[in-house]
């Protein structure tokens, strides 16, 4: 019997100053598990603006839309990649644009997949308030220390999923994490046959 098709639509919101290893692994592994005749990921990028630059080598990326531009009822999921504060990711991912969207998606129990600092956006809007996430845990100690003034539990874990919500502690779990957000979005057996595909240990 053929497989069931599989077809969803995945939001990733991008924020100035994102890093590019954690965009490119949802862009990757869904684009990859799409290589399976039954699965369909449509991947939608949008930014408060249009255009968004990254932390490191100065990209300019031109979203396919703005959040004004967005009907949030396509979408299947979302994606937040992190950044970093120097390069003002933080301007966009702390402000209203970014929260409205993040509380549909939270209120209405879609999936979402929050990397290293973005899981500061998700526990911004109030909606982690006595949930389990994790974030990037600095020397410092200063992400930690905002989430958990949020009502966030930290937990000192590479990847945290608490009910539809995936938070990460860097950069390398960003593979993890968007075969996380897969999982959420088709079954077991289409993750392993993309990690096949990939290479991915």
Not at 44 to 69: C, L
Not at 125 to 132: I, K
Not at 163 to 177: D, F, K, L, Q, R
């Amino acid at each position: 019997m053929a497989p069931k098709p599989i077809n969803k639509k995945v939001l990733m919101l991008l924020a100035e100053g994102f890093e590019l290893i954690e965009t490119s692994c949802f862009t990757d592994v869904l684009a990859w598990a799409s290589f399976q005749e039954h699965v369909n990921i449509e991947l939608t990028s949008a930014s408060i603006t249009g255009n968004v630059k990254s932390a490191f080598g100065g990209f300019d990326i031109a979203t396919e839309s703005t959040i004004s531009q967005l009907s949030l009822d396509r979408f299947d999921a979302l994606a937040i990649p992190g950044g970093m504060e120097w390069a003002g990711f933080f301007d966009d991912a702390l402000s209203d644009e970014f929260s409205e969207v993040i509380k549909y998606f939270v209120n209405n129990n879609k999936p979402i997949a929050a990397v290293c600092v973005a899981s500061a956006s998700v526990a911004n809007t109030g909606e982690l308030s006595g949930r389990d996430a994790t974030t990037y845990h600095s020397p410092s100690g200063k992400h930690k220390a905002n989430i958990e003034r949020l009502g966030v539990n930290f937990v000192d874990k590479p990847i945290v999923q608490d009910g539809n919500v995936i938070t990460s502690t860097g950069p390398g779990t960003a593979v993890e994490v968007a075969l996380s957000l897969l999982c959420e979005l088709t079954d077991a057996e289409t993750v392993s046959a993309t990690r096949y595909m990939m290479r991915i240990p």
